[in-house]
């Protein structure tokens, strides 16, 4: 186990996942399952998630308009965002669509879709409302790099736009050339990645691709799917929550194939990591998968948008760190 450590220590920054890692194919579900609601152990119609370093669980509410994390082996949620209904006070949130952990400030940075800005809420016990980061964006993907820049992509917007906090404007980092198929072109992007060099990735959802744009590139490269919607290993359909690890494999939730694949670099096919079982309930099935994260372990956390659950997936055996 002497490499395991070794191992282990680089997943306190990102989690460096061996090329042949394998994961439980019955999830286990941490959050949600209780039917549609806002009690404290309900979600109702939510995309995205965080992990934390201690395996707590945030999800945007996007219908409850809150932020809840689920402590591990809670079973019920504790409230850290908003929750006082649907409205624009700074107490309040309206379609939360995406939320990251802001580590050097120990607060949530939070998509609030329909009130068409982005919010920072203290962790800190007590905090009663957020604050305005950034205005007149109605984002969908967000994503947050080493120096603290932004990134967002918007639902109806064929582009993903970088900032810096305290800038309203904002510099654009992909696509912006219409809808289409081009190297240069998003139709509808989604979720994001960006890594440690500022590249972005970012989930083109109606080309059934994953797109890769280096920082400064005026074109992205595809790095999965491309090939048409289809359950093909060369193919992607609908892609959603993305992740790319250190060794720039790339995991993505397909929405359309309910299941989650894994794509090395370079390669031109995937392979099927969880799901790929038909949409369904049972433990080794989603019904529309959204939002993917790994824990410092990897472990895989993925949001099961119509089941209303997220699901944990563990990291097999030989590859697991000693928690
Ligand atoms: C929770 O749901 C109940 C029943 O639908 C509703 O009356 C109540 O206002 C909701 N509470 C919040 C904080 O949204
Ligand atoms: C974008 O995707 C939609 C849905 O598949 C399709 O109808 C439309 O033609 C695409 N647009 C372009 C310009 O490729």
């Given at each position: 186990m002497a490499w395991s450590s070794f191992h282990c220590s680089f997943l306190l920054v990102i989690p460096n996942i061996p090329a042949n890692a394998k994961w439980a194919q019955n999830g286990v579900t941490v959050a949600g399952s209780y039917g549609k609601g806002n009690d404290t152990n309900q979600l109702y119609g939510f995309y995205c998630l965080f992990v934390d370093d201690d395996q707590t669980v945030g999800i945007a509410?996007?219908?409850?308009?809150?932020?809840?994390?689920?402590?591990?082996?809670?079973?019920?949620?504790?409230?850290?965002?908003?929750?006082?209904?649907?409205?624009?006070?700074?107490?309040?949130?309206?379609?939360?669509?995406?939320?990251?952990?802001?580590?050097?400030?120990?607060?949530?940075?939070?998509?609030?879709?329909?009130?068409?800005?982005?919010?920072?809420?203290?962790?800190?016990?007590?905090?009663?409302?957020?604050?305005?980061?950034?205005?007149?964006?109605?984002?969908?993907?967000?994503?947050?790099?080493?120096q603290r820049y932004l990134y967002f992509s918007g639902k109806h917007k064929d582009e993903v736009r970088r900032y810096q906090l305290g800038d309203n404007t904002g510099t654009l980092v992909a696509g912006d050339n219409g809808k289409g198929t081009g190297l240069n072109q998003l139709n509808t992007s989604t979720y994001l990645f960006v890594d440690q060099q500022q590249t972005v990735y970012v989930s083109d959802w109606d080309n059934h691709r994953v797109m890769k744009w280096s920082k400064g590139a005026t074109e992205g490269i595809v790095v999965a799917g491309g090939q048409g919607t289809g359950n093909a290993l060369t193919q992607l359909s609908y892609?959603?929550?993305?992740?790319?690890?250190?060794?720039?494999?790339?995991?993505?939730?397909?929405?359309?194939?309910?299941?989650?694949?894994?794509?090395?670099?370079?390669?031109?096919?995937g392979t099927v990591i969880v799901g790929g079982n038909g949409a369904g309930a049972g433990a080794n099935q989603f019904w529309a998968p959204m939002c993917l994260s790994?824990?410092?372990?990897?472990?895989?956390?993925?949001?099961?948008?119509?089941?209303?659950?997220v699901q944990r997936f563990s990291l097999e055996g030989e590859f697991r760190c000693a928690v």
């Open positions: 509410d996007y219908v409850n308009n809150r932020i809840i994390q689920w402590k591990k082996d809670d079973t019920n949620g504790q409230v850290v965002a908003g929750g006082n209904g649907k409205g624009s006070g700074l107490n309040q949130l309206n379609g939360p669509m995406h939320v990251l952990i802001d580590k050097e400030t120990d607060s949530l940075i939070i998509c609030d879709s329909w009130n068409r800005r982005v919010v920072r809420w203290s962790r800190r016990s007590g905090t009663t409302q957020g604050e305005i980061l950034v205005g007149n964006i109605r984002c969908y993907g967000l994503a947050m790099d080493d892609p959603q929550g993305l992740f790319v690890d250190t060794l720039g494999t790339v995991y993505v939730a397909e929405q359309g194939n309910n299941r989650v694949t894994r794509w090395p670099q370079g390669a031109t096919q790994f824990d410092r372990y990897g472990n895989l956390y993925v949001v099961d948008y119509y089941n209303k659950r």
